[in-house]
């Protein structure tokens, strides 16, 4: 269903046929779902696991000066739906507590894309977190509830997906340029909507690391036990694709540059490693098609308008 999605696309925009050919290049002709080459993340050694949605490796090697050291690995991902299919598809993870500034995994499981259980998973962009100015969820409010679960799941794994640097810009370019917000950038830029110098948006995207950096070191200083700080992908920035030399921008599934699928691998152990215990998830995989109590209630419309929000085509 997704390949005929895209491929209806690709004939309505001729660059997007060009990112289609690429696309097979890379997943060698549909046959396979994600970056086989990449890291299984779910069953790498660590207690704590903080991803940054849309993390250059580059970007975060030039800017953060952090506790611990820094290496590389290759996501298994070039787009974040694809990498909840390489690293959670089928799995029942109940030593993790998952939580997520982003709607993603929610909307995935609900179309079926997606199985997968945790034993807790907290909802930011739900639970009052949403930030209605830049719409998207902003790192010290993602940290602080990362910060309780910590307290609250003290023998669980800790998985915290924030949604910086990915757009919206919330820096001071983001003030500038506000149709790094209302639009859906990176789409617009490839279709010729939105003509900004690569320099602006290279801009907007660090300042959107630099807003993150400080929370995850006060993180790493924080938490207990081992900590790793990666990404789910990374993104192109006017970067030429390949094997079509065409100038890329966004993070599209299925093609694996460097600079989608090199991504930071930053480990940091702050006293003794956590004694982590497995248990019955607390409540079932939400979905929004099922009753549910009214706390954790969310209009699918909703869920739609937040993930347009950060700039997916829903």
């Not at 699928?261 to 995989?285: F, K």
Request: proline share 6%.
């Amino acid at each position: 269903m997704y390949e005929l999605r895209q491929l209806r696309r690709a004939f309505d925009e001729p660059k997007l046929f060009v990112r289609e050919l690429n696309r097979l290049y890379y997943t060698r002709l549909n046959s396979r779902e994600y970056n086989t080459d990449g890291v299984d993340v779910m069953a790498a050694d660590w207690d704590n696991l903080l991803l940054l949605d849309a993390c250059r490796y580059d970007a975060f090697a030039a800017r953060a000066d952090l506790p611990g050291r820094l290496e590389k690995r290759r996501s298994r991902s070039s787009m974040t739906s694809e990498f909840f299919t390489a690293n959670f598809d089928g799995r029942e993870m109940h030593d993790t507590v998952y939580v997520t500034a982003t709607p993603m995994l929610y909307w995935n499981r609900n179309r079926g894309d997606v199985e997968a259980s945790f034993h807790r998973e907290i909802n930011v962009w739900r639970d009052g977190g949403w930030d209605e100015e830049f719409n998207t969820v902003r790192p010290e409010t993602a940290a602080e509830h990362a910060k309780r679960a910590a307290e609250e799941y003290p023998n669980k794994r800790l998985f915290v997906h924030f949604l910086q640097p990915h757009f919206p810009a919330i820096g001071q370019t983001g003030r500038e340029h506000p149709e790094l917000n209302d639009l859906r950038a990176w789409d617009a830029i490839n279709s010729g909507r939105l003509d900004l110098p690569d320099s602006v948006l290279r801009r907007a995207f660090v300042e959107n690391l630099d807003a993150i950096l400080p929370h995850v070191e006060d993180l790493l200083e924080t938490l207990g036990g081992k900590t790793v700080v990666t990404a789910d992908h990374g993104q192109m920035i006017g970067e030429r694709s390949f094997p079509i030399p065409f100038r890329e921008y966004g993070h599209p599934p299925g093609i694996y540059t460097d600079e989608l699928v090199t991504v930071p691998w930053h480990v940091h152990t702050n006293g003794q490693r956590r004694e982590i215990v497995t248990e019955e998830p607390e409540h079932e995989p939400e979905r929004g098609d099922e009753t549910e109590p009214a706390d954790m209630d969310m209009d699918n419309d909703v869920v739609a308008d937040r993930l347009e929000d950060l700039g997916y085509k829903m």
